[in-house]
């Protein structure tokens, strides 16, 4: 298959981008594209190694036709001005030049506050101080700082909100959860409604970006930041409860299918949901009803059965071989050599390592 010329020029952007936000201790998120509207990745701004709570949206071009006479310009459209206007994020747009290895940033959300266009096609001209660098970043750091307490504020929780109900949307639904996590989650209304809306995103991309923000409840070692960087101690405990008793067996199992090829390991998605399944109550029976229901897919009975070993182990062990040993014959047979040699090494060495 060939690969377009375009595609590694647009890579050329991403990356360009992504190394300077990481050079600066910052966080870059690609977003799957899945439409040529939707924006090119999240920014979520560090100061002094810590989380500031302030996340964005970037849109990204690269190449040498966005660059008009001297100036860089990124062309739009109606559809696209309107869909950054109206998104929950603040939203920077950015053109890098790979013949001079360079690149410029606009805020757009302030710049269609103060730009009404309504032509089909306008060009939108970034400013020649905006040089994204690795120190140019400051500035563009410190300027959408300045957005993080009109986005915490009651009306655009709304909008967020609104967006994480639009299930059929995966564009708006990862943003939202972005925006509920950067700029509202030290409110348990926020948590509340993560955790009550979990199994409507069973099979959705959605549920890997649900995990990794709700894993931050009980935490786990190998979390980015520190628990105290992230939530409020009062709220943690709160929602820790929510998570805990809202949790259904549905909601398990929606949990459970953001795991990947990696499995449940350290640094891995896995690892986040055996987290988040643990402190669940009546963790056991929920999982044992997903590992022996034959209308669940193979891959996610095959992981409940690893979770009740990780989750029962070290609490009950008679009790966890012998569970062990009702499910195994029931298993998916594509994982029965795994589960045989998971069951045998319980039994003779009576514990097997989570990680």
């Given at each position: 298959m060939n690969r377009l010329e375009s595609t590694g020029t647009a890579s050329q952007g991403v990356h360009h981008v992504a190394k300077i936000?990481?050079?600066?201790?910052s966080v870059f998120q690609l977003i799957a594209q899945e439409n040529d509207i939707g924006n090119d990745a999240y920014i979520e701004f560090v100061l002094n190694q810590r989380s500031t709570g302030c996340c964005i949206a970037a849109q990204i071009k690269s190449g040498e036709s966005y660059r008009r006479n001297g100036s860089f310009a990124i062309p739009s459209d109606l559809a696209h001005r309107q869909y950054w206007r109206n998104h929950i994020l603040p939203v920077a747009g950015i053109v890098y030049d790979p013949v001079t290895d360079t690149a410029r940033w606009i805020d757009l959300t302030d710049y269609l506050k103060?730009?009404?266009?309504?032509?089909?096609?306008?060009?939108i001209v970034l400013p020649e101080e905006n040089i994204l660098d690795l120190e140019g970043f400051t500035q563009m750091r410190q300027h959408f700082l300045a957005y993080k307490d009109t986005y915490s504020n009651d009306s655009h929780f709304v909008e967020a909100l609104k967006g994480l109900a639009k299930i059929n949307?995966?564009?708006?639904?990862?943003?939202?959860?972005?925006?509920l996590f950067a700029f509202h989650r030290n409110r348990i209304e926020t948590w509340f409604y993560i955790i009550s809306c979990l199994r409507h995103f069973h099979g959705s991309p959605v549920i890997r970006s649900l995990v990794i923000a709700l894993c931050h409840i009980p935490g786990h070692p190998d979390i980015f930041w520190g628990k105290g960087n992230i939530i409020e101690e009062e709220t943690r405990k709160e929602a820790l409860q929510l998570l805990r008793r809202l949790t259904t067996r549905d909601d398990v199992l929606a949990i459970i299918g953001a795991i990947d090829e990696n499995g449940i390991d350290r640094g891995q998605i896995g690892q986040c949901v055996h987290s988040i399944v643990d402190v669940v109550d009546d963790n056991v029976s929920k999982l044992t009803s997903i590992a022996g229901d034959v209308s669940v897919d193979d891959d996610s009975r095959y992981w409940a059965f690893i979770l009740i070993i990780f989750v029962m182990q070290s609490v009950d062990l008679p009790k966890t071989i012998e569970l062990t040993e009702q499910l195994r014959h029931n298993m998916p047979s594509e994982h029965s050599v795994e589960v045989a040699m998971l069951c045998e090494t319980l039994r003779i060495h009576g514990y097997i390592s989570c990680y």
């Open positions: 936000v990481s050079a600066n201790n103060r730009h009404n266009e309504t032509t089909e096609h306008h060009s949307d995966s564009d708006r639904t990862f943003s939202a959860i972005r925006s």
